[in-house]
């Protein structure tokens, strides 16, 4: 049964950094891609970055450009996020996510994604 267990969040005040982790297991296969993801309180999950599993692509959109770094280390099965330069607008609950070995849809999109973590809370004070 594969399992994501993500880690690293907490509480900071604007300015501040966190890195976030997100450990699969129980996986008999190589994801195609891992993500992160985030959801604030009465909002949609929005998608932050994605990376390959053989680490080649990234992909992102303009949320916390500059400001977020996704990286993958395959051999320890880990996707971390750095985020530096915190705002108040980032507090949410983030996720990790990997897809299947073969995607059926782009990566930047949630229905690309098979396995969720349970997330971790981020909260960025002013």
């Known amino acids: 049964q594969v399992q994501l267990v993500e880690s690293g969040g907490g509480s900071v005040q604007t300015g501040g950094s966190l890195r976030l982790s997100c450990v699969m297991s129980g996986h008999t296969f190589s994801p195609h891609a891992m993500a992160w993801f985030r959801q604030a309180p009465g909002q949609e999950r929005q998608f932050i970055k994605a990376k390959t599993w053989t680490g080649y692509n990234t992909f992102e959109t303009s949320i916390a450009n500059g400001r977020f770094t996704i990286s993958i280390d395959n051999a320890k099965n880990t996707l971390y996020l750095q985020m530096n330069n915190l705002k108040p607008d980032d507090t949410a609950v983030y996720f990790c996510?990997?897809?299947?070995?073969?995607?059926?849809?782009?990566?930047?999109?949630?229905?690309?994604?098979?396995?969720w973590g349970q997330g971790t809370q981020v909260t960025v004070s002013s």
């Open positions: 996510a990997a897809t299947p070995q073969q995607i059926r849809a782009s990566v930047m999109t949630a229905d690309a994604y098979d396995y």
